[in-house]
């Protein structure tokens, strides 16, 4: 599962107009922090405080013009100001990505975006031959949670303080996590499981997600 260039992104994923996605490089590092900090600083203490230190987009990240990594980020531009980034995992073994973050500057959300992006990705994720999405998502805004189901992930449950977050100033605690997903494969890929090999408690919760 190859990484899209910038020129194949902008096929992929058509965002709203204005809006464009740019190849990421070292030069790009500082100021992607740096706005991050502004945008969300919360995002410290939790699995998403990487990309607020430089060391982890050098040791982690794709970087254009380097060798490839499992994590890759994008920055979003409107004009020539930085309003966003996208940044997802591939997992080569299983052919999934996993859409590690999001961010919009707060003077660009509601511009559609968030959705664009997400709706774009599987265009990537098809592209790059990966058969299944999934994303992990905060409780505590609202937000989040309308954009995937407005792009038709599915909700599997949820993480018990799988992830830490400042609940308010100075406070850090375990938090739940909503588990989204979605299949870029047809139905008859899926080998479903059999009846015989649940408990009925594990039936029980496979029946209520997946009546259909």
């Not at 994923?13 to 706005?35: C, E, H, K, Q």
């Not at 774009?120 to 905060?138: C, P």
């Not at 139905?187 to 039936?203: G, K, Q, S, W, Y």
Request: hydrophobic content about 40%.
């Amino acid at each position: 599962m190859k990484w899209p260039t910038a020129e194949q992104l902008a096929m992929l994923m058509p965002l709203p107009p204005g809006y464009r996605m740019r190849s990421f490089d070292r030069n790009a590092i500082g100021p992607l922090v740096t706005a991050l900090k502004r945008w969300h600083p919360h995002v410290s203490a939790g699995v998403s405080g990487g990309y607020l230190r430089e060391e982890f987009y050098e040791s982690k990240v794709c970087l254009h013009g380097e060798t490839e990594t499992d994590v890759f980020v994008v920055p979003i531009h409107f004009g020539d100001e930085l309003v966003g980034m996208w940044s997802i995992e591939r997992e080569e073994d299983s052919l999934a990505l996993y859409g590690r973050l999001i961010i919009i500057a707060p003077e660009h959300r509601g511009s559609g975006l968030a959705v664009g992006v997400l709706v774009g990705s599987e265009h990537v994720g098809r592209a790059m031959g990966a058969e299944f999405m999934y994303v992990l998502t905060t409780l505590k805004h609202l937000y989040a949670q309308q954009a995937l189901e407005r792009a038709d992930y599915r909700l599997l449950g949820f993480f018990p303080g799988f992830d830490r977050e400042e609940v308010e100033p100075g406070v850090v605690k375990r938090v739940y996590q909503a588990v989204y997903a979605k299949l870029l494969v047809s139905a008859d890929c899926i080998h479903l499981p059999e009846v015989r090999n649940m408990t009925p408690r594990t039936r029980q919760i496979f029946e209520l997600l997946f009546a259909d």
